[in-house]
């Protein structure tokens, strides 16, 4: 992952103003260079309605395009790459589990996760 594509778990929607936000001095930041918009907020959700909010009045309309806030940082780049390596060592502890006929709560627990979690990693399949 270079940084400038979004990762798998936020596909972007057609026409939609992607906007990275960095953390800084306990704020959310971010930019639309394209329309000219910096804006910030103490949580995700209000740089969100925020950016929502300039985009619409930069643009001179009542509503602003679909607007995706995409936090960035070395860490944030570290678990997206780890994602898939968990998300296949789970698959296999749960076939291997199920394999052996253990209850879903049983699989659950052995894993840490949430039963659903656990079946929909099942299901999943290889990926």
């Not at 309309?61 to 998300?87: C, F, M, N």
């Not at 879903?104 to 990926?127: E, F, K, N, S, Y």
Request: proline residues 9%; glycine residues 6%; aromatic residues 4%.
């Amino acid at each position: 992952m270079t940084g400038n594509e979004p990762p798998a778990e936020f596909p972007a929607d057609e026409g939609a103003v992607i906007l990275p936000a960095v953390r800084l001095e306990r704020r959310w930041i971010t930019r639309a260079d394209a329309h000219g918009v910096v804006v910030h907020g103490r949580t995700l959700h209000e740089l969100h309605a925020s950016a929502r909010q300039a985009l619409a009045l930069r643009l001179g309309t009542p509503t602003a395009p679909p607007v995706q806030v995409r936090p960035q940082s070395p860490e944030l780049d570290a678990l997206a790459e780890a994602r898939p390596r968990y998300d296949a060592a789970l698959r296999h502890a749960v076939q291997t589990l199920r394999a052996d006929q253990s209850s879903w709560t049983d699989i659950a627990q052995a894993c840490h996760v949430r039963i659903a979690d656990a079946q929909a990693a099942l299901r999943q399949g290889p990926g």
